[in-house]
């Protein structure tokens, strides 16, 4: 292994294909199942009587639909581009079905299609060649599924993780309800982080994005305002954050973050006492993942602190991060000696597991 190999927490599952569903045998009747479909000449997923992304109107998605991806994300062109950019295993993160079915009102087919979303991404890293692994998709609306979930596929020799998003489909299911408790006690037991990761267009609780039916507007303020949303609920929780507990914020954006932590650090205290503070509980448990894009993104780092920082790709999406351009943004803040440490430190599982390719065995 090389000493630039990167880890790579956020690759998404090309999960919206077709051929994927039509064998699953989910007991969905043909409505409720992922369909693709074109809509006002673009291509969308449709799932119910909804089509994703948002075509218009407020808190809208891509105008492209699902057109923005710049490969299929099939094993040929990962392969590709796992290996320009040194990449020595890389986690799936949801892709369009993922991040869209917590939308789905029906609990009963929410879950149903959630738990196919699982299946497919756990096959995807069983058949692939590739150093692949992936996060279970679970859901703040559902916890006592969630929980069974990780009691059913906790041990999964590819899991690495879990992952939720930062807002439900309303705002009664929050990352800071108490009923989330046991499973993120479980979660930090069996040394799995929770990955968080929104999505724009996809009807959640998304209340900055929503008053905006511009898609710049939309986009810029759908992740960061989710995860401003999703940060203040996990550091402020009533029932505090369990010991071990590891939380990693995808796509969230990182400049805006120690300011805030500020502010609700200097409310809390004078307000509530809150006997620990969120800047503590921040450096603690919960890691960021730094676009080189993002202005003041270098400032911010510093003031998080190293330790915090992790690589995402986001391929195969259109603001996909090259490997190149991170390392010179941030690998003087950040080394990748110290960017391995770190992620061994959050997603223990991806690196201590196989970091090669699978071919060879085969």
Known sequence: MTEKR????????????????????????????????????????????????????????????????????????RAEFMAKHDIAAAVLQPGFVGLSVQAVEDPAVRITVLEGYNLLAAQSCEQSALA????????????????????????HEDLV??????????????????????????????????????????YQWSPLADGYSDYAMTHAFGHMGEHMIALADLVTRPDGLPDGLRVVMLESGIAWIPSVLGRLTSHTTRLSGGAASPIELFAEHVAVVPDPDEPHARWAVAQLGTQSILFGSDYPHWDTIESGGWLEAFSDLCPPAALADNTARFVPRLVDGPATDRSAAR
């Open 132 to 155: 692949l692994k992936w996060a279970m998709l679970l859901s703040a609306e559902d916890p006592r599924w969630s929980e069974e979930m990780l009691r059913r596929h906790g041990e």
């Open 6 to 77: 990167l880890y790579d927490c956020d690759t998404h599952f090309t999960d919206h294909l077709p051929e994927l569903w039509a064998g699953l045998g989910l007991g969905l009747g043909p409505h409720d199942l992922p369909e693709v479909v074109t809509h006002d000449g673009a291509t969308r997923l449709r799932l119910g009587d909804r089509l994703f992304p948002k075509p218009a109107g407020p808190g809208h998605g891509n105008p492209q639909g699902l057109a923005h991806l710049i490969g299929p994300g099939h094993d040929r062109d």
């Open 161 to 202: 993780g879990v992952v939720m998003r930062p807002t439900a489909r309303t705002p009664l299911a929050r990352l800071a309800d108490p009923a989330l408790s046991p499973l993120l006690v479980e979660l930090a037991r069996r040394r799995l982080p929770l990955f968080v990761h929104g999505g724009t267009g996809c």
